[in-house]
T-cell receptor
Framework: NAGVMQNPRHLVRRRGQEARLRCSPM?????VYWYRQLPEEGLKFMVY????????ESGMPKERFSAEFPKEGPSILRIQQVVRGDSAAYFC?????????????FGQGTRLTVV | GDSVTQMEGPVTLSEEAFLTINCTYT??????LFWYVQYPGEGLQLLLK?????DKGSNKGFEATYRKETTSFHLEKGSVQVSDSAVYFC??????????FGSGTQLTVLP
């Protein structure tokens, strides 16, 4: 059973371009979470999705950021018109449910660099 | 809002030394508490957890006890190995939907 797969592992974008980060959850997992880790900081929650639904986006910046988890295919975190401050590591996690006793499994992350 | 504060690194120890990484939390109510570990080039892995006061989580020789009175969840290991070199994250969660992480502590164990 493959783990949570994120790609690309490294992404370089120029200011103003769009960044698309992909996350394939573990088999059988229908809950996906995105976190962002800025340099020298801990991971910060961004958004929680189930198939075709955004459940909690309280950590998402109001502009330029969006996320989806379609019925088929990976979850996508999309950042439009990237700026230098978007440079960070973006981690995806998945779980089979949402209970407190349910473990979330993390991917290796996508490291976004905006130049 | 909820927050987690953990000991700043980096921490460098010799093999077989005793390890403590401090972690304190602030939260409304009684969150669940976690330690995650990130080995080089890999994602975060759950190391141990505790869901209520006085619970002790343990795994791979690591231990942490949920102390409500001091709002702490310090990570300890009696004898570290080179293979324990990694970044350790303390985290709390009041809901199943999101974790609040500390900033991470880099541990390097020298042979």
């Amino acid at each position: 059973n493959a783990g949570v797969m994120q790609n690309p592992r490294h992404l370089v974008r120029r200011r103003g371009q769009e960044a698309r980060l992909r996350c394939s959850p573990m088999k059988g997992h229908s809950h996906v979470y995105w976190y962002r880790q800025l340099p020298e900081e801990g991971l910060k929650f961004m958004v929680y999705l189930q198939k075709e639904n955004i459940i909690d986006e309280s950590g998402m910046p109001k502009e330029r950021f969006s996320a989806e988890f379609p019925k088929e295919g990976p979850s996508i975190l999309r950042i439009q018109q990237v700026v230098r401050g978007d440079s960070a590591a973006y981690f995806c996690a998945s779980s089979p449910g949402a209970g407190l006793s349910t473990e979330a499994f993390f991917g290796q992350g996508t490291r976004l660099t905006v130049v | 809002g909820d927050s987690v504060t953990q000991m700043e690194g980096p921490v460098t120890l010799s093999e077989e030394a005793f390890l403590t990484i401090n972690c304190t939390y602030t939260a409304t109510g009684y969150p669940s508490l976690f330690w995650y570990v990130q080995y080089p080039g890999e994602g975060l892995q759950l190391l141990l957890k505790a869901t209520k006061a006085d619970d002790k989580g343990s795994n791979k020789g690591f231990e942490a006890t949920y102390r409500k009175e001091t709002t702490s969840f310090h990570l300890e290991k009696g004898s570290v190995q080179v293979s324990d070199s990694a970044v350790y994250f303390c985290a709390s969660s009041r809901t199943a939907r999101q974790l609040t992480f500390g900033s991470g502590t880099q541990l390097t164990v020298l042979p």
